[in-house]
């Protein structure tokens, strides 16, 4: 037969390894919903599949196997125009090489519309561009005048046609890089 006391400090003894099991369990989900979100981008959390919120810069806590985050960068990105041969007005071949500079806006509504309203934002804001940098070259006649300086005609037109571009091209900037 067992004393009385041991018996009183065995169930203490197994209370106490459910209490620091309890305090463990805890702590391990607090630090498995730590999420850092760095200065050059913004997290889209969502709940059960669900957008529930906007994770801005710093330290987040998202609720384990519950919630998602999705990270969204808001810097400056610089994608390659697929190189495309062209004929301008005045029947000159042309080969047209660019590079699109963009970035999604920083606030909520641009962060969320960049993944939720289209299916692949790089790609619907390079073609549209594309396309309008060969129709630009492809209208203009003598495009590179022979000892004059290449392509700053091109630059020049690229310009002054930046704000007749579709409004998700707005903040596009076009180099050209050869043609």
Request: hydrophobic share 45%; glycine share 6%; net charge neutral.
């Amino acid at each position: 037969m067992v004393p009385a006391a041991t018996a009183d400090h065995l169930r203490m003894m197994e209370m106490m390894y459910w209490v620091y099991g309890g305090v463990a369990a805890v702590a391990l989900v607090f630090f498995a919903g730590i999420r850092v979100v760095r200065p050059t981008g913004r997290g889209l959390v969502e709940r059960l599949g669900k957008y529930r919120r906007l994770a801005m810069p710093g330290v987040n806590w998202v609720m384990p196997l519950v919630d998602r985050m999705f990270l969204v960068n808001i810097t400056e990105t610089m994608v390659n125009a697929e190189p495309q041969e062209i004929i301008t007005n005045d029947n000159l071949n042309a080969r047209v090489d660019a590079q699109v500079y963009f970035k999604v806006k920083s606030d909520e509504e641009s962060v969320k519309s960049s993944q939720y309203q289209v299916f692949d934002y790089r790609y619907q804001i390079v073609v549209p561009a594309n396309t309008e940098l060969v129709n630009i070259i492809g209208d203009m006649a003598g495009l590179l005048p022979i000892g004059r300086g290449g392509p700053a005609p091109v630059s020049q037109t690229l310009h002054a046609r930046a704000n007749d571009l579709p409004s998700a091209l707005a903040d596009a900037v076009h180099h050209l890089r050869h043609a």
